[in-house]
């Protein structure tokens, strides 16, 4: 009962590619996120989006955009590939909870891990 | 914005002893703080989370404690077993100034491993 689900769980590009990582969710949660995972580094914000064509940049979000076309759907582009953009990326969906009472529980998808050479 | 940090980056304990992993964070405004468990290649999954009106909550053998006004929150866990080794991640909700923007920054995680 697989509920976020990223299209590819490894990818090897070479610098300056443009790289998509797609990333669907079948909840109809409001909320999708980007995040990088790093060692020693936890997990990092790039970008999230908490409606249809929505987005708001996160902590690291150079080198990184995002397209949110549907309600299911939300897309992390790397427009030019660097070899610092090597990492796993993780998406992620939640609910809206109404203004006031915080975030709530974060659905993870499997990742992607990313290799840029 | 919030900054989460998270101590100790490691943690080994013998089965059957506790683990205390710890958290502090910036923006006095946040309001909800989970933590996640991601076992080796597997996705980070919520194992307990704590909303800012409690100060503690228990499940089994794991709690968190809350302290708002020294801005740190702490995953304990009991009686520790060979499945509860892996990387443990804590998080805060910063406040959000427009719909839906209840976003999560984490800390830089603990890897928990626990010796038979």
């Known amino acids: 009962d697989v509920k976020v689900t990223q299209s590819s769980r490894y990818l090897v590009k070479r610098t300056g590619e443009k790289v998509f990582l797609e990333c669907v969710q079948d909840m109809d949660h409001e909320n999708m996120f980007w995040y990088r995972q790093d060692p020693g580094l936890g997990l990092r914000l790039i970008y999230f989006?908490?409606?249809?064509?929505?987005?708001e940049k996160g902590d690291i979000p150079e080198g990184y955009s995002v397209s949110r076309e549907k309600k299911e759907r939300f897309s992390l582009i790397l427009e030019s590939a660097s070899t610092n953009q090597t990492s796993m990326y993780l998406c992620?969906?939640?609910?809206?909870?109404?203004?006031?009472?915080?975030?709530?529980?974060?659905?993870f998808g499997a990742g992607s891990r990313l290799t840029v050479l | 914005g919030e900054n989460v940090e998270q101590h100790p980056s490691t943690l080994s304990v013998q089965e059957g002893d506790s683990a205390v992993i710890k958290c502090t964070y910036s923006?006095?405004?946040?309001?909800?703080f989970p933590w996640y468990k991601q076992e080796l290649g597997k996705r980070p999954q919520l194992i307990i989370d704590i909303r800012s009106n409690v100060g503690e909550k228990k499940d089994q053998r794991i709690a968190v404690t809350l302290n708002k006004t020294a801005k740190h929150f702490s995953l304990h866990i009991t009686e520790t077993q060979p499945e509860d080794s892996a990387v443990y991640f804590c998080?805060?909700?910063?406040?959000?100034?427009?719909?839906?923007?209840?976003?999560?920054?984490f800390g830089q995680g603990t890897r928990l491993t626990i010796n038979p």
């Open positions: 998080a805060a909700s910063p406040p959000f100034r427009s719909q839906g923007a209840q976003k999560l920054v």
């Open positions: 992620a969906s939640s609910p809206w909870t109404g203004r006031g009472s915080g975030a709530n529980v974060l659905t």
């Open positions: 989006s908490y409606d249809v064509k929505m987005k």
């Open positions: 923006d006095s405004a946040s309001n909800y």
